[in-house]
């Protein structure tokens, strides 16, 4: 995908979670995401906050979270989620044709992946059904794998696999086969252990039994 073509596919998933958002009930907006510790109302808020804000603002809010990038994306979003949840459709719907991202320096890429991928958070959780487009999908995914260190760390979490899309002509890694839909495929690239399930091929059980919580823990 061209530049263009993944701002157009930022456009249509924030216009539809706007949709989306419009008809959440007050339990569902309280529901447990995907995102740990975070309520469906968490994950909504911080796509809000996708406009991008100014060096000035970012170092301030790094500073109140102690330098720690996870920590400032938790306390932003919390922060913005004390907002009225009636807002945040009317709020996403403003950055339909904005070229801003969510930092200065980042490509589309991020708030791709951004918005395909917590469009899940909140859905999955909800068992609502929210298809993710193959292509944009794809160009996602390929980011996620080829972004090196925090915060997916893809290449080094996967190494020894080959993920391979079944819904579209996409594939990373070399060793033994995992296969799933590009969109499962994302999921787990980006670290959401609740698509684990929905993998399968010759290399699928080892790579769940590396990448579960469990393992995660030991």
Request: aromatic share 6%; with cysteine.
């Amino acid at each position: 995908m061209n530049r263009d073509e993944v701002w157009q596919a930022i456009d249509h998933e924030r216009s539809t979670l706007a949709d989306l958002f419009d008809d959440l009930s007050a339990k569902e907006w309280e529901t447990a995401s995907l995102c740990d510790g975070w309520r469906v109302r968490d994950v909504a808020a911080h796509l809000t906050l996708a406009h991008g804000a100014s060096l000035l603002q970012m170092a301030s809010w790094m500073l109140r979270a102690r330098g720690s990038m996870n920590r400032m994306i938790h306390d932003t979003a919390v922060q913005q989620a004390e907002l009225p949840v009636e807002r945040y459709s009317a709020l996403l719907r403003a950055m339909v044709g904005s070229r801003k991202t969510a930092a200065p320096g980042l490509t589309p890429f991020e708030p791709l992946i951004d918005v395909l991928v917590h469009g899940q958070d909140i859905t999955i959780p909800l068992g609502r059904d929210r298809p993710m487009p193959p292509r944009a999908a794809a160009a996602a995914a390929t980011r996620a794998w080829e972004r090196k260190g925090w915060p997916f760390w893809a290449k080094r979490r996967m190494s020894g696999f080959e993920l391979v899309a079944t819904d579209h002509s996409w594939s990373v890694g070399q060793g033994r086969r995992v296969e799933g839909s590009i969109g499962t495929i994302l999921l787990v690239l980006t670290g959401r252990t609740a698509a684990l399930p929905h993998l399968s091929g010759p290399g699928a059980a080892d790579l769940r039994a590396r990448l579960s919580p469990a393992a995660a823990r030991r």
